[in-house]
């Protein structure tokens, strides 16, 4: 087996994974040697299928271990690896190692997905797996163990699973239609045969007279009475309370006060009658409205059937006998199944139950689920198409970086490119939550750029938000609010808004000046206020004093000014007289050796401090190496974009051409404005002269 290389990407040695023998030195290679360990799949721009294979732990990280099984998986499957590098989105067939298990299933898998496609090849593309897939996901056996109505030519099967759904519930396909598995088939059965049941108890006693006293007419007759039966209860049980308790009727006097609103919800709660008697409950009078229907039916309808008349007032004794008349059929009653099936209708749910509907469905169901195998499969081909494309490249962007620190590869970190400020930023990487994103990124000593980035994709608005790495050149015009367009590695564009900044020096230029400008914005902050405080005193001296004494004022502190400035000048031209030019060069020099020397020092050792690592560890990377940006480097990442091949460059400056025009202009109408006011005042100076007498 060949020797492990390790190349010296971005001033790092990593191990070089050009070649299939490359790839599985990675078994052997110390995870601490690996250019990062863990990485989130979310900011990864790659196959998001390929990456979900990959991350076998669907915790949406990928580890060192996991990138290793995918290679021992992909290397076990096929007999020639020599195309695992070459990125192609194809397998030749007898590239497939057919002496392993999974291998030979999954050369079977190839051959059927081209027989179904109807394509004679000796070579099986990601593009038509997919398509397959595609097919399959709609097609009736999706092997998803779930049948859906829709496309079933049995109306009455298709009619019995639309009753399934209804009563049982429902579940959606791989294609997201609504159908029926295995457990609601399993309940809706269950529930069929409970109300059959419940059925056939009372088909075995309909003769009994004590179990339907009223014939066919028991079952109406006995809703009725089931109605009103609990409010009758609480009648009489709030009766022998009250005589018990020596109450009389003071308790619904009690009641009668309590009650302040006559709707309907709140009498739901209140007694059926608020006249409390020992004679009974009268039938006719002062009932609660809610209830009056409902008795008036009781009365008419049950009552005289059991007592041969019409009752006014119910006893306690005959309302015992009202419940004795249907106690059986009321205990057969109460084991009625709660779930509703009867809603079907007796004949329905007979002919369901007789003529194996059930049994029909399931026997559909098992024909779909027995399609999970090829399904599987077509999956696992679908894995070995991407692990042959993508697995390589993921190892550049994960055992090492190359991939990054080549600038004729798109690294699967980089979210795309930003044009601003008449430059192009290469350097983006995707962002879930920018102000954590920035805590840490702060100390990469890197100017940052984070953005939010819009655009309609597919008829809908979308964003997400990326940093961009300034790694060259000045700030500029970069700042919070400034727009430019940004590029996905698909190639679609997407307007971009900066929405935060990370201020650091870009080069070493501007290391060294910022110590100056930090100063020179504190100087002009205190002059400001000096300003503003000299401004507010001389305002209230103008309104206090009178216009002479501020002439007076003006006039002595201007000579006295002028006075102190002319000594000093003569006094500095004495000084420098006697001083010799090269000295005064020499003190100007070291004076700026002096402010200079400090902030190049600085400067020169925060741009070196630049490092992309920490980017990466701000969104979620375990990152073993410190990607230092040199200044070669950095012009890379960002770079003002040269003219197009052939283009003309015409030097001159159209618009100072333009502006010359306009200042020649200028100073004509200058001239031709001095020329008539002089003319002016000449003629001004002749009236002056004539009105006083004088010749000319």
Known sequence: MAKMVFKNYGGSFQLRIETPEDLAHIQNLPESLWAATSIPINTLNCDRKFLEYVDTDKNGRIRTDELKQAQQWLFSVLSDFSDVCKGLDFIELEKINSRNPCGKALLLSAKRVLSNLNIESTRVNLSQVRDLQRIIDSSFNNGDGVISPEGLEDEELREFIQDVMSFSGDRKDISGKPGIGIEELDKFTRDLQEYSSWLEKAESKKNSREFVPFGKDTEDLFKQYFEVKTKIEEYFSQVFLNDFLGRGENLSRDLQKNISSPEEEKLQSYPLSLEYSLKGLNLTTKLNPVFREKVYLFKTNVLPRIFGKNLDWLSWEEWQKVKEVFSQYETWFAFKPKSGIEALGIDKIKRYLSQNYAQKAEELIKKDLSAAKDIEQISNLEKLLLYNKYLAALANNFVNFSYF????????????????????????????????????????????????????????????????????????????????????????????????????????????????????????????????????????????????????????????????????????????????????????????????????????????????????????????????????????????????????????????????????????????????????????????????????
């Open 405 to 696: 620190y080549d600038p004729s590869k798109v690294s699967f970190l980089e979210a795309g490119k930003l044009i601003i400020d008449n430059r192009q930023m290469s350097f983006s990487i995707l962002v879930e939550d920018v102000p954590a994103h920035k805590k840490i990124a702060q100390k990469s000593y890197m100017y940052l750029l984070y953005l939010k980035v819009t655009g309609r994709q597919e008829g809908k608005d979308k964003q997400f938000y990326a940093v961009t790495a300034v790694t060259s050149g000045g700030s500029g015009n970069l700042r919070i609010g400034k727009r430019g367009v940004f590029f996905t590695p698909d190639g679609k564009e997407w307007d971009a808004e900066v929405i935060d900044t990370a201020v650091n020096p870009i080069g070493i230029i501007e290391a060294v000046k910022s110590p100056f400008v930090q100063i020179g914005s504190f100087i002009k902050n205190q002059v400001d206020k000096i300003t503003v405080s000299s401004q507010k005193s001389a305002e209230q001296r103008l309104t206090s004093a009178n216009f002479s004494s501020i002439a007076r004022d003006f006039l002595v502190g201007g000579s006295v000014a002028l006075a102190a400035l002319g000594s000093s000048f003569a006094y500095i031209t004495q000084a420098l007289a006697k001083v010799k030019f090269i000295h005064i060069i020499s003190v100007v020099l070291g004076i700026i050796v002096f402010l200079l020397l400090p902030g190049v020092i600085i400067g020169f050792l925060r741009v070196r401090k630049r490092n992309l690592a920490v980017l990466l560890e701000a969104s979620g990377w375990a990152v073993n190496l410190n990607m230092k940006i040199n200044a070669s480097l950095g012009r890379v990442f960002t770079r003002d974009m040269p003219f197009p091949k052939g283009a003309k460059k015409m030097r001159q400056d159209m618009l100072a051409k333009w502006a010359l025009g306009v200042k020649r202009n200028t100073e004509r109408g200058r001239f031709i404005f001095l020329v008539v006011l002089l003319l002016l005042l000449i003629i001004m100076l002749f009236i002056d002269i004539k009105s006083l007498g004088w010749k000319i």
